[in-house]
């Protein structure tokens, strides 16, 4: 009877720390409901759509291949918005590109445009009092998604993951930025440096779809949801705390650094020329269509039994289960399971031809994801599916070549194409963590025009100067590309340190593959 104390005193302890992460803010206060405002009926936004002279049931789409031509459009459209913006991300960082755009909107916001800013909270969390700051324009709003209530204690991090059900390991994946209901920015860019080629170290490989018309209203749709979910936490309730600076002294400051930015770089000249006609870069000579569809998970995904599939992946499922001769995959994090090994192979056995692309060991940001997909190739190739792994290219974008810098390039695209006609590009990875813990976001386009121009990013990529084509050697994985100009082939994982193989190897060891 006395050896039950200290377990007793355990659970207590335990207990005691769940009930203290608890203690900032109560995730069940009530909060407002609000809904997005009507589409503008005005407004260079709103001109934009009447010139196109689109029936109710089209939309205008555009792919935006070009990392830093995506974050002029964003800027762009924040700048001809005049009623409303929506956005979702999963990260906002801090840097070059989050303030610029962070100026942006509080500029629309002085304007006296509507600003919800909904982030989700595991990449925010160092920025509570900035954005608390921030949300305090009248006009402008900002919601974590949920947000962890320790913020600021390990051991409550680790009682609440414990007590809640793994609560804390569901995130918000989602990425849109949507303007006055008419216009919305879906695909795979975060808010970054890396993700508009600023990034001096690294930089990512991604896509977009700029969309205008009937497709728009369903992205706000969802924004709501996500919006009103209990799961979005004002970013008042969780930094209470007095203000440290001022908004007007925060505004000042985002504004300098927004003026060192642009004037280290060509953006200037680029955002200049930009808003000289609004009209004539949003839309003009966009293809029009009416099989256009945003797609995008429930707020709530992560609480749902993992079956059926739902949102994004249950598209992708479709897609796949409806190709007749090709399916190509681009995902940066590949970790296929056993279940999606299967699909992909009984794909490939009644004759679809089926190719994947993603990261090489030295190209990616998460080894450990590596180490989960790297078990599947053997079996993937035998079955006759087609494997190409991204090599880490050294890019000089634009801006920093301007600037003098130098980085490296990751794939961050995350794209299914079906006999190059049915195209989807969003937010989801083939890998359990999008297709049942994180939410997901896409747009799937019908138009074989369009799915010409992802399958050319797509070819592109495949060039043995920029990727490695894997195949077997007597059960013996094998890497051939061209170095130098001459073809190159390698036994062995090419140009990873010895510290990235043994991460990938012990994550291939671990039972976390449902969490990659």
């Known amino acids: 009877m006395h050896k039950s104390f200290p377990c007793a005193r355990l659970l207590l302890a335990c207990a005691t720390l769940a009930l203290a992460a608890c203690a900032p803010f109560q995730r069940r206060e009530p909060q407002l409901q609000e809904l997005a405002l009507p589409r503008t009926s005005a407004g260079p936004l709103f001109d934009r759509v009447a010139d196109l002279q689109m029936t109710p049931e089209q939309s205008s789409y555009r792919l935006l291949r070009s990392n830093s031509a995506e974050l002029l459009m964003r800027m762009r459209t924040t700048d001809a918005t005049v009623s409303s913006l929506d956005l979702m991300y999963f990260a906002w960082s801090d840097d070059d590109s989050g303030q610029l755009l962070t100026s942006e909107l509080l500029r629309a916001a002085d304007r006296g445009v509507r600003v919800r800013l909904l982030v989700d909270d595991a990449n925010v969390r160092h920025l509570d009092a900035s954005m608390a700051v921030i ?9 974590n998604f949920n947000p962890l209530r320790s913020r600021d204690s390990v051991p409550g991090n680790i009682a609440e993951m414990i007590f809640t059900g793994m609560r804390p390991n569901r995130r918000m994946h989602n990425k849109a930025w949507i303007a006055d209901g008419h216009v919305a920015l879906v695909g795979g860019r975060n808010v970054g440096d890396a993700y508009f080629d600023l990034g001096e170290e690294f930089n990512f490989r991604d896509l977009g779809v700029l969309v205008m018309g009937a497709a728009v209203p369903a992205a706000s749709a969802a924004f709501d949801g996500y919006w009103n979910s209990p799961m979005a936490i004002p970013s008042a309730r969780i930094h209470p705390q007095p203000l440290s600076v001022s908004l007007a002294d925060a505004q000042a400051e985002l504004e300098r650094e927004r003026d060192a930015v642009l004037s280290a770089s060509p953006m200037r000249e680029w955002i200049a020329d930009g808003r000289v006609g609004e009209k004539k870069l949003v839309g003009v000579g966009d293809p029009i269509g009416t099989a256009v569809e945003i797609i995008t ?8 039994p993992i079956r059926p599939l739902v949102g994004v992946a249950a598209a992708v499922r479709r897609m796949g289960d409806q190709a007749e001769h090709e399916f190509v995959l681009v995902s940066p994090y590949f970790v296929p399971g056993r279940d999606g ?14 190719s994947v692309l993603t990261n090489s060991l030295d190209a990616t940001d998460v080894p450990i994801v590596h180490g989960g997909y790297a078990r599947y190739r053997k079996r993937l190739l035998r079955a006759g599916v087609s494997i190409h792994e991204l090599k880490p290219t050294g890019a000089t974008s634009r801006i920093r070549r301007f600037l003098g810098g130098y980085s490296r390039s990751s794939l961050h695209t995350k794209a299914v194409v079906v006999d190059g006609r ?5 937010s989801y990875n083939f890998d359990p963590r999008s297709t049942w813990i994180n939410t997901e976001m896409a747009v799937l386009i019908d138009d074989p025009g369009f799915a010409a121009s992802v399958l050319t990013d797509f070819q592109q990529a495949m060039d043995p100067l920029r990727s490695y084509r894997l195949s077997l050697r007597r059960n013996r994985l094998i890497w051939t590309d061209i170095d130098e100009g001459q073809p190159r082939v390698q036994d062995r994982e090419p140009s990873a340190s010895a510290r990235r193989r043994l991460q990938a190897a012990l994550a291939s060891l671990l039972p976390i593959e449902s969490q990659l």
């Open 135 to 143: 949300a305090s324009h009248p006009n402008l709003e900002i919601r």
């Open 297 to 304: 998970d429930p707020p709530d995904k992560g609480r749902m």
């Open 341 to 354: 090994a299967r699909w992909l192979m009984d794909m490939a056995a009644r004759g679809v031809v089926a």
């Open 422 to 426: 049915h195209a989807l590009i969003g």
